[in-house]
């Protein structure tokens, strides 16, 4: 199989145009004798972000992907996992696996984050530390100050004291100082939608990605909706209902889509954009525990697809959902952080520093129940202040 070698010539960071044929105006100029039967303007590699397109120009020998023939003059997505080979006529072409990604992977690391509003600390040195491919839980009771953690680590919101970074090459970049540029990076889903009721949802989705990339055409558009939705579990009869469906309002009196959709078509105006962090508020506020680990079970699918770094803010999630979670940052009362760790070590931590057992109860109520109770709230306090555990992540 032939490389590419010459992929490097032009560069492997951002988004790119790469022209493939015999002709000396394109980017990749191949001889007969390299490859046979090779048109002078014979296919085109296209990257936007991190996902890889493919097109070829009605070449007679045409550009296969897995023994595929692609339609002439139509634009196809070359997907990592489960690609073999891409074919110029006959001859193989490998594709450089650091072509599939135009970005490095980013985390989120933050210092002990203080906010107060008029005079009343909502968030009291908590901090977060998370990974890409990585899903984070911040739990905790009501006006605890998890949608506030939340605001500041998107950038939201401003810390009287503390720092958030994104984390790109192991290089920290302050998000406060800098979100011009991680912006792009951050996809943030609020628990009150803002989409516009009036429009179907392919309009609202076609509308977001025409602002934010205006050089698209429309049959890449068309492709990354239909994709977008499909990763989200809809099939073939169920996405083109899902598409054309008024997204509608309680507010506005038009009838239009159901909780369950309303929060993939939420989840889909955010992905679309092809965030690297994933923050989350609510996402599964009032549906149904299936529904909700619906939702959980394909952000999951997706974080570990992608590499991305994903938190989200969840109030007392079902047994299966939160043990979808890598980690658990569990927020007390007052704003601090009681518990930050392992999902699958905090029943074991909790049981250990309030001498109780949990059975076969579900871990989330059980810890929020621990949490109201004076008693063993203190035990926990007290077990942080004296360091007397082994699952806590450091600062």
């Not at 960071?13 to 790469?18: A, L, P």
């Amino acid at each position: 199989m032939k490389e590419f070698d010459k992929y490097k010539s032009v560069g492997l960071n951002g988004d790119f145009e790469i022209l493939i044929g015999s002709s000396k105006t394109c980017t990749i100029c191949l001889t007969e004798k390299e490859v046979p039967e090779i048109a002078k303007k014979h296919a085109v590699l296209k990257r936007i972000r991190d996902r890889l397109f493919i097109k070829d120009f009605a070449s007679k020998s045409g550009t296969f992907i897995d023994n595929h023939r692609l339609p002439k003059n139509s634009w196809e997505e070359i997907i990592q996992q489960g690609f073999k080979e891409i074919k110029l006529g006959n001859t193989p072409i490998g594709i450089d696996a650091q072509l599939f990604r135009g970005r490095p992977r980013i985390g989120i690391k933050t210092t002990a984050l203080h906010y107060d509003i008029s005079g009343k600390i909502v968030c009291n040195g908590a901090y977060i530390q998370a990974q890409p491919g990585s899903m984070t839980a911040i739990m905790g009771p009501a006006g605890c100050g998890k949608s506030i953690l939340l605001d500041l680590i998107n950038g939201y919101r401003t810390p009287n004291s503390g720092k958030v970074f994104a984390i790109r090459d192991n290089i920290p970049i302050n998000v406060h100082h800098d979100y011009s540029l991680v912006r792009e990076w951050l996809g943030y889903l609020p628990q009150d939608d803002v989409m516009i009721p009036e429009l179907t949802v392919y309009q609202s989705l076609n509308y977001c990605l025409r602002l934010q990339f205006t050089c698209l055409n429309q049959q890449i558009r068309e492709y990354i909706i239909r994709q977008t939705c499909q990763n989200l579990g809809f099939d073939q009869v169920r996405l083109e209902k899902f598409l054309h469906t008024v997204i509608g309002s309680a507010e506005s009196g038009i009838r239009g889509l159901s909780g369950g959709e309303r929060k993939r078509a939420n989840l889909a105006h955010e992905l679309i954009a092809m965030p690297l962090v994933l923050l989350l508020d609510e996402p599964t506020s009032g549906l149904s525990s299936v529904d909700a680990d619906k939702i959980v079970r394909l952000l999951q699918k997706l974080t570990q697809l992608d590499d991305l770094t994903t938190i989200a803010t969840i109030h007392q999630p079902s047994r299966d959902t939160f043990e979808r979670f890598d980690n658990l940052l569990l927020m007390n009362y007052d704003g601090t952080v009681i518990y930050y760790g392992s999902t699958a070590q905090a029943v074991p931590y909790f049981e250990f520093v309030t001498e109780t057992t949990n059975t076969d109860r579900n871990p989330a109520e059980y810890l929020l129940e621990i949490l109201d109770k004076s008693d063993y709230n203190n035990k926990l306090i007290n077990g942080i202040a004296k360091e007397q555990f082994k699952f806590i992540m450091p600062l």
